[in-house]
């Protein structure tokens, strides 16, 4: 099953992020998404400040509906996103189902450039 199909599960406090093998693998799947010891990032441009509003409250909707919510940075038309599990201070395997689908998002999204 591939990570846009999956839905984000609940993490304990004090479980264990994911091993450095399996985060490499994971990343494979969110090539455009910078990968760090326990975060990923990736930033977008937008075509203006209302349209990366506009792009975020649709970020905001897809994490709502995962339960997994990113740290979110806009700069007038760039919206960067950090996605870690803070339960675990590391990357889970939810960090990677909602990288992708914020992929798709961003994909067919009028206000990313």
Request: charged letters at 25%.
């Given at each position: ?32 998404w910078t990968l760090s010891d326990a975060k990923i990032e990736r930033e977008f441009k937008c075509k203006d400040f209302r349209a990366a509003i506009a792009f975020v409250n649709q970020i905001a909707d ?52």
């Open positions: 099953m591939s990570l846009s199909q999956e839905t984000c599960k609940p993490c304990q406090a004090g479980g264990t992020p994911l091993p450095p093998d399996a985060a490499r693998t994971l990343a494979a799947d969110t090539p455009l897809v994490a709502e509906a995962e339960g997994h919510h990113p740290d979110i940075s806009i700069d007038y038309s760039r919206v960067k996103l950090t996605l870690w599990t803070k339960k675990i201070d590391g990357l889970s395997r939810n960090d990677f189902i909602l990288a992708v689908k914020i992929d798709q998002l961003a994909a067919s999204s009028e206000n990313v450039l």
